[in-house]
């Protein structure tokens, strides 16, 4: 393999100017909540780096996350960034097709060292044959792949958590990137959960930044998600968030408080138990996000949230109905007659077994 | 089970078998309990001014004569934690859509920082009358597993369902998850505790009230 060009001759080649590049990087720090002072070093680190081979595994997915990437805002430094890494293998981007792009595949995978982003959940069930490419299942070519790989970044909520192909029934055993991990049935190697459905365009090329610039996995909360754009929920970040705490919600999506711009709580809003960056980094470029537009958050960053019953339940309301709400009351009604026969009997006994006492009985 | 999972559970069926067992133990012991019935009292009544159920319902709510000085944390106490329970619990936005949804009844909610002092007071009262029952050796001796049992289950969902608003100790989803399940855990053993006289309260006051009506003494 040729040397690689390094980001700086890559973008010069390109004719993306030092300051548009600067800019990005400085974005990219306060993206990440770094000090201002760490866009230069951003820059430094970013500018020298040869680019990295990254291969790009799409499984079951539906290629929402690519678009995301891709379609965002075009063309933006982020997107230049992104292409500035070496994507040696998109089955959805790649110019190559067929025998070509499998061999660029298994190319990239001879040079130890390379980021594997994985968008689309596995599905396990029957050998993994749900789901294959080129005739090899995506189980095996994610084995394949991890075998000499330094890190994966799970893109979307499928690769991440199993999204909607894990969704309860569950018909092809869809299991996130991690979960194959725990179960062992993939080599283990560190992994940055990238989730929502799709991700922020942002957040996945300031996750791969972050990972560039300095070499290591980025402080990761307990569902292997980046800290510094998974850090809050959406509700304690949400412009709307005042009119929660006055009690002031909108009841339907046209009523006088939607039109106001009140909270969407009882609309089923997730936002309190979903944490991205949906509400401060906005979409489409820095636009608006989901609530901005009038629709509660449904939650889509989070594990399973294709189950946690209606998008249009409010989070303190049941998930499911009450399935067995009526045949409790029937059979509690049923134990409180048959236990009221039992005490009546138990009273009609004592009743009948009393004896009378006698003035003898009381001098015995 | 990460949180998630454990609030989609606690959510649907942790809510689900809660509230089953909930309804299964009320409905049993109400109907248990209103069918014992009693024995016919053959004398005649008498009559006296102020004997009747509703007035031992009215009088009984209220701290006899001298009492509220020789107990007042019992009083004010238990007054104000049983208030400040009411607030929290029926006048919380969240808490009333989940009424919304169960019984499709509603009412305007009370802005969540009223909400947040009510639980802070109620808080403390039940902090405060747990403390007095442990000093005072009288309470101590009256005190049996099952006043410490009831009190921890009623006090969790208060402290948990704070701790979840404020983000204390744990993340959001977690707290929420651990709220919602030891609102769970108190809506089972409520039918099978002393808990039970969110029902029984004022119909046995009533019953007492009457039965000694009957008998010509205002109690």
Redesign the interface.
Known sequence: MSRRPTVAEQLARQGVSRRAFLKFCAAAASLMALPPSMAPAIAEALGKLRRPSVIWLSFQECTGCTESLTRSHTPTVESLIFDMISLDYHHTLQAAAGTAAEQAREDAMKEAGYLVLVDGSIPTRDGGIYSTIAGVTNLQMLKDALANAAAVVSIGTCAAYGGIPKADPNPTGAKSVQALMDEGLVPRKPVINVPGCPPIPTVITGVLAHYLTFGEIPEL???GRPTMFYGD?I??RCYRRPF????M?AKTFDDEGARKGWCL??LGCKG??THNACATTKWNNGTSFPIESGHGCIGCS????W???SFY????????P????T???V???A???G??FV??AKKGAAKSGHETATLKDLEK | MNEVELLNWVRGPGLNIAIGIFLLGTIWRLFEIYSLGRKKDLSAPRHTAGASGWNTIARRSLAPPGMLKRSPISYIGGYVFHVGLAIVVFLFAPHIELIENLFGLSWPALPSQVVDLATVVTLAAMVLVLVDRINKPVKRYLSTVEDYFTWAVTFLPVLTGYMAVKHLLLPYTTMLALHILSVEILLVVLPFTKLFHVFTLFMSRWYNGQANAHKGVPV
């Open positions: 909360d307990s569902l929920s509700h304690d929660y705490d006055q009690g919600f709580f009882e309190p138990t989070e594990p399973d949230f189950d946690a019953g339940t409010a989070l303190s309301a049941p998930a499911d009450l399935t067995l709400a045949s409790a009351t059979a509690g009604a134990i409180g007659v236990m009221s005490n009546r």
